[in-house]
């Protein structure tokens, strides 16, 4: 089984930046695919940011041009870094992995989350 642990959130201004963090406990090399959702009080669980192990990257709408999806190999880490914060950008923030085991485009092993809270 695969573990993948966030942190990195917390509270900050609008306009303000953070990074968060995911580290695996297997080498990315055995991950088809990392991603981040986001999930606020009452909305919809949203796809923001995700990775394939060949580099192709996939942004949502609402984050394009703020937010970047990045990765350390050696470090077993996925990263987004978050600029431009909004009020609207705060959520729960949730690493996701694709796997062998997984169909094509399924996240089915989630880390336990950081909160992000944006004050404007």
């Known amino acids: 089984q695969v573990q993948l642990v966030e942190s990195g959130g917390g509270l900050v201004q609008a306009g303000g930046s953070l990074r968060l963090s995911c580290t695996a406990s297997?080498?990315?090399?055995?991950?088809?695919?990392m991603g981040w959702y986001r999930q606020a009080p009452g909305k919809e669980r949203e796809l923001v940011a995700a990775?394939?192990?060949?580099?192709?990257?996939y942004y949502a709408d609402s984050v394009k041009g703020r937010f970047t999806i990045s990765r350390d190999n050696a470090k077993n880490t996925l990263y987004l870094q978050m600029n431009s914060l909004k009020p609207e950008d705060t959520a729960m923030y949730y690493c996701?992995?694709?796997?062998?085991?997984?169909?094509?485009?399924?996240?089915?092993?989630w880390g336990q989350g950081t909160q992000v809270t944006v004050s404007s």
């Open positions: 297997v080498s990315i090399f055995s991950i088809n695919a």
């Open positions: 996701a992995a694709s796997l062998d085991s997984d169909r094509v485009g399924e996240f089915g092993t």
């Open positions: 990775m394939s192990n060949g580099g192709s990257t």
